[in-house]
């Protein structure tokens, strides 16, 4: 009886296990649907506006800011062109099956006039495959940052307001090779972006006549990177380039901190995740020292970001990131088109897109690209700085309007 | 020669950390025969709780007795009112428990949000010592030092009092000591709270080393569930070796073994569970 009883909970034991490593992997959390309706004018046609963002599950972090963005923009500017502006967000917890049902349903059913959306690369692509074959609505792509959508990806529809792991890693690569040492030990998270982003690190950093000594890769969810700080420690780098994305990446850099490397190696992030409040909240000083490279930081000099901080953190309480620009001049982008085409048609407003349009944006001056369609923007490398126990960034570097490629240079790929 | 050491030591810190969840798991489960999921939930309310404290300023030390009574109470409060309801139906326990896992990591998230949270390293022990050319945070020391101390008085514990006396006779026969008169309902509900309780600590503990974020408690429970599992259901002694096998496995892994490093510990407990299908310690009653 007892030896049976014994045998039936190992075998509910492993059961429950298989569950849990199933669950634990994938996000569970169930969708909310979040829609703000601004009422509709009736001078002319409004513009409907439908968003599809990640706004729970894994990469809520990072959709949720966006939409901030975007509401600020609309909130400010709740009219284009005597049209009232009207915004639905579908929130597609980091699925692209979901983002898909959701595209259906803001096309088919609200028949909205332009998507905006992608909070992921792999969410990016998949709204791009579908809007390009609808060939209807254009979309606006607000994160996903992975390079073909430049070149063998692009379409007509598909243009963004964020920035490419090229534009980042590439500059990080130079900046690295030019600013802190000639060698170098990568980290970088074991998936898609991750290794996106080191195949455009490497040839940046040995042109400026870096070398790198080992690329170590940790698997998404690595909790405990002590294994990889000895690795790292072991190789005596002049410099360490990450790329971690999210939760993982504040816990490594707590842990860079705790085993001393802090002192002892500069290190280097190209993926602008640390500026972003949040994580400053969770690691503290520990980015002291540690040099970043952005495309936006909250203390950036110009008058629209002055104007810009203050009126998000008046709404927000926060102080914005790079997420909250790429919604806000995802707004801003739109307003533009839609005046410039005078309609709602979707090949008109193409047409605009493709002439090229400058933006006043709080990262300064930006300007879409008609060949590649990501913005011509520039990088800032920043560096942590502790002054009476405020973290804050002071900017050390900027490189001036960084152009996507034309084409797929063909890094070899790692 | 210092790699091996600070590579040894870093696993050492995680399987304590495993250990301190993973012990409770199984005297649990020794006594009452309910595999509580929600545990893991144990871990992650104690690690938030103190986050809350810590942030306002409370001294560490202080913290960590706190927030292992907060989770005492909660944990008082499931097997009271809801999980011994159910005693002897297992299939429900769990269930009841899968779902308890799910409502508390919900409740954490609606009160402290979705960011990577982390408590800072009490100053005390905030520095590090050398290994050669290499160094190593005094806190993962202390933390390896407290798994060793629970170690140790768990077992003097379960051999030396009476107490760990009558819980051992109850694991081996539950009936026979209601018959003699012990409070059997009593002996039940002061092992779930220990072994809450333990779970909190591990889970303050993880705090300045791992951070909070929402579904830690199921990577957590997942690798404590292994530990039991090749340690043996039911004995803490297997949960202790079985912790610095995964620790350290986990942690060699990740440098020798890359690739397979998050498969590795599952792939020990398919071969342990093949040649002993009891675990290390597990016991076959007849």
């Not at chain 1, 074959?133 to 996903?144: Q, R, T, Y």
């Not at chain 1, 195949?199 to 070398?211: M, Q, R, S, W």
């Not at chain 1, 640390?274 to 540690?290: D, E, H, Q, R, T």
Request: net charge negative; charged share 20%; glycine share 10%.
């Amino acid at each position: 009886m007892k030896k049976t009883a014994v045998k039936f909970f190992q075998i509910l034991a492993v059961f429950s296990l298989l569950f849990l490593a199933a669950c634990s992997g994938s996000a569970i959390d169930s969708s909310t649907k979040d829609d703000s309706r601004v009422s509709e004018g009736d001078s002319k046609d409004p513009v409907k506006l439908g968003f599809i963002l990640s706004l729970t599950g894994n990469f809520a972090s990072m959709g949720t800011p966006v939409k901030e963005g975007i509401e600020l923009y609309f909130e400010e500017n709740p009219e284009i062109d005597g049209r009232k502006v009207e915004l639905i967000f579908e929130d597609d917890a980091g699925d692209p099956q979901a983002a898909l049902r959701k595209y259906e349903q803001l096309t088919l059913n609200q028949g909205v006039n332009i998507v905006g959306g992608g909070t992921v690369g792999s969410i990016a692509l998949a709204l791009r495959d579908k809007v390009d074959a609808d060939k209807k609505v254009p979309l606006i792509n607000v994160v996903g940052s992975t390079d073909v959508m430049s070149w063998e990806k692009k379409s007509d529809y598909v243009w963004r307001t964020s920035f490419s792991a090229w534009q980042y890693a590439s500059i990080s690569g130079k900046f690295t090779a030019e600013g802190v040492g000639g060698n170098a030990v990568i980290i970088a998270s074991d998936y898609v972006a991750g290794h996106e982003i080191v195949t455009d690190f490497i040839p940046g950093f040995e042109e400026g006549g870096g070398k790198v000594s080992d690329i170590v890769w940790a698997p998404l969810g690595t909790s405990d990177f002590s294994s990889y700080l000895t690795q790292i420690d072991n190789a005596k780098p002049e410099a360490v380039f990450m790329f971690i994305p999210g939760a993982d990446g504040s816990r490594f850099i707590k842990q860079y901190q705790e085993f001393g490397l802090q002192d002892k190696y500069t290190l280097v992030e190209g993926g602008s995740l640390l500026n972003a409040p949040f994580n400053i909240k969770a690691v503290g000083n520990a980015v002291v020292g540690g040099k970043m490279i952005t495309n936006y930081f909250p203390e950036l000099e110009n008058e629209v970001n002055e104007k810009f901080v203050k009126a998000y953190q008046a709404k927000f309480n926060k102080i914005p990131d790079n997420y909250v620009v790429n919604g806000y001049d995802t707004g801003k982008l739109i307003s533009q088109v839609v005046k410039e085409a005078g309609s709602l048609d979707g090949e008109k407003l193409v047409s605009v897109l493709k002439k090229g349009l400058t933006i006043d944006s709080p990262r300064g001056p930006i300007k879409m690209d008609p060949v590649t369609h990501t913005l011509i923007q520039n990088m800032y490398v920043i560096e942590g700085k502790e002054t009476n126990g405020e973290i804050t960034f002071e900017l050390i570097k900027t490189y001036e309007n960084i152009e996507m490629p034309k084409e797929n240079v063909g890094y070899k790929k790692y | 020669m210092d790699l091996f050491i600070v590579n040894t030591l870093s696993g050492l810190t995680y399987g304590m950390l495993l250990f301190l969840m993973a012990s409770g798991l199984s005297i649990v489960f020794g006594l009452m025969r309910i595999i509580n999921l929600s545990h893991g939930s144990f871990f992650l309310f104690g690690s938030y709780v103190a986050y809350a404290m810590v942030s306002r300023g409370m001294n560490f030390w202080l913290a960590l007795l706190l927030s292992t009574i907060c989770v005492t109470v909660l944990a008082l409060l499931l097997e009271k009112f809801l999980i011994s309801r159910f005693h002897g139906n297992e299939a429900s326990q769990v269930l009841l428990t899968l779902g308890l896992i799910f409502v508390i990591g919900d409740i954490t998230l609606w009160i402290w949000g979705g960011d990577f949270l982390s408590i800072p390293v009490p100053s005390i022990l905030d520095f590090s010592f050398a290994i050669s050319e290499s160094s190593f945070p005094i806190y993962r020391l202390f933390v390896i030092a407290i798994g060793i101390i629970c170690a140790v008085l768990l077992w003097y514990f379960e051999t030396k009092t009476k107490v760990g006396m009558i819980v051992r006779a109850g694991v081996d026969d539950m009936e026979m000591m209601g018959a003699l008169g012990f409070n059997i309902k009593l002996i039940f509900t002061a092992v779930f709270l220990f072994g809450a309780a333990l779970a909190a600590i591990g889970g303050v503990l993880s705090g300045p080393i791992l951070g909070m974020y929402p579904k830690m408690e199921f990577e957590i429970l997942v690798n404590s569930l292994v530990i039991v599992l090749i340690g043996g259901l039911g004995s803490w002694k297997g949960a202790f070796i079985g912790a610095i096998v995964i620790g350290i496995i986990d942690s060699f892994g990740k440098i020798y073994l890359p690739d397979v490093s998050v498969l590795l510990i599952f792939v020990v407990m398919v071969i342990v569970l093949m040649f002993k299908p009891t675990g290390l310690f597990g016991r076959v009653e007849s």
